[in-house]
């Protein structure tokens, strides 16, 4: 008798067993993005001044000697900003929305978002006296507190990794390219 509960207990155990089940159906294959979408992304990419990512990451990857790295550069300069929208959007549509994408699209064309952008690439180290606070306009403390600028900044903050990284592998398709 019990030797059958075992056996019975075994058989109920490999049956139930994920080594014994089906294997799961392969994931769906992303969907195209739609138009819009792509769009939307594109236009944000172009209010970041992403081929300046682009060409950061190309300046701060290893190469085998300095010659190579200022080809690699060379290249990304023959390569106009809006034929890099373009090869970046499609990859980041999956990390970064469509809304996100329109909203801070919209705050990036703002002046306030056009002066960030500005000083993210262009100032250099900024003296900032103990206690001092930069002054910020009433409209822009404002904005920056809609839930909508919100949701995006942070949607599009935990994107930075993968627009690196989509970066970085566009540097490596360039640097295949012949030009």
């Known amino acids: 008798m019990k030797f059958a509960a075992q056996l019975v207990f075994g058989l109920s155990l490999a049956v ?16 195209a993005p ?6 939307a ?3 944000l990419l172009g209010a970041m001044q992403i081929e300046k990512v682009v060409k950061g990451v190309a300046a701060r990857s290893r190469y085998p ?4 790295k200022q080809a690699v550069l060379a290249k990304l300069d023959t390569i106009p900003p809006a034929e890099m929208y373009q090869r970046l959007a499609r990859a980041l549509t999956g990390a970064i929305s469509a809304e996100t994408a329109i909203e801070m699209y919209r ?5 306030y978002g056009k002066q960030l ?25 404002k904005e920056r507190k809609r839930p909508a600028y919100v949701k995006a900044s942070q949607e599009l903050d935990e994107a930075e990794p993968v627009i690196e990284h989509e970066a970085f592998k566009l540097v ?7 030009r």
Do not use: C, W
């Open 16 to 31: 139930a067993s994920p080594v014994f089940a089906a294997a799961p159906a392969p994931a769906a294959p992303l969907a």
């Open 117 to 141: 952008i500005y000083r993210k690439y262009n100032a250099g180290a900024q003296l900032i006296m103990p206690g001092a606070t930069k002054a910020v306009s009433p409209e822009e403390k």
């Open 34 to 39: 739609n138009a819009a979408h792509l769009k």
């Open 41 to 43: 992304v594109q236009d």
């Open 65 to 68: 000697n300095e010659a190579q």
């Open 172 to 178: 490596q398709l360039i640097n295949k390219e012949k």
């Open 107 to 111: 705050f990036y064309s703002t002046p």
